[in-house]
């Protein structure tokens, strides 16, 4: 399973130098996080607790990850952030026991590259979220154009290489969830010079029909 290889082996790579790289993604979703309070959240794959910093004060925030080393880093970093009811437990992103419609956004940082079943993670974000709610997913997707396709490429190779995962994803894995979903907004982000290695999407979850 290359979920469990990367965090047994690369572990440490998503504590700092992959912080560095993903910040710019974590801000951006802040603008979103931020512009509410009071709110209950689920982060799906919480690392070692990068995005801790930009829940607002009232957030009631459980926050899950299949490593138990990632789940006492972010411990480690809750100490700083009292203001914040917060639940940090290992678990599989993929398929939780937290109650169906329970929160008011789910959020995903850069796991949905990473896990072997991409599609089932976001159909536990749409379980998880609450009608109406918000779900926030971050992860690279392949674009159309020459340069983003070398870019591509290139990326690919070396992420097979070091971390067991690639940087093709096709925004058909959305397709899944679309008649549940209405897409707000896809933006890219965390760049490297001219090109970027996420994309920010951002969905809302349609309302119970009768």
């Known amino acids: 399973?290359?979920?469990d290889f990367i965090y047994r082996q690369l572990a440490w790579l998503y504590d700092y130098p992959g912080g560095v790289l993903l910040r710019e993604g974590h801000v951006k979703v802040a603008e979103v996080i931020q512009a509410e309070h009071g709110m209950?959240?689920?982060?799906?794959?919480?690392?070692?607790g990068h995005s801790l910093?930009?829940?607002?004060?009232?957030?009631?925030?459980?926050g899950i990850d299949?490593?138990?080393?990632?789940?006492a880093k972010a411990k480690e970093r809750l100490a700083a952030f009292p203001h914040l009811n917060a639940r940090l437990e290992v678990m599989d992103a993929t398929q939780t026991d937290l109650p169906d419609e329970s929160f008011d956004l789910v959020v995903s940082f850069s796991v949905i590259t990473v896990v072997d079943h991409p599609e089932k993670l976001l159909k536990e974000a749409v379980r998880l979220c609450k009608p109406g709610g918000k779900i926030i997913i971050v992860g690279?997707?392949?674009?159309p154009g020459l340069g983003d396709?070398?870019?591509q490429k290139l990326t690919h190779r070396v992420s097979l290489l070091l971390?067991?995962?690639?940087t093709n994803m096709d925004a058909s894995v959305y397709d899944s969830i679309l008649s549940k979903v209405e897409i707000l907004r896809r933006e890219?982000?965390?760049?490297?010079?001219?090109?970027?290695?996420?994309d920010i999407m951002i969905l809302k979850k349609r309302e119970r029909t009768v």
């Open 1 to 3: 399973m290359k979920t």
């Open 40 to 48: 209950k959240v689920v982060e799906l794959g919480i690392g070692p």
């Open 53 to 62: 910093e930009y829940y607002p004060p009232g957030t009631e925030l459980t």
């Open 66 to 71: 299949l490593s138990p080393n990632m789940i």
């Open 140 to 143: 690279r997707l392949k674009r």
């Open 149 to 151: 396709w070398i870019w």
């Open 163 to 166: 971390f067991g995962f690639g």
């Open 188 to 198: 890219q982000v965390n760049h490297v010079g001219p090109f970027t290695l996420s």
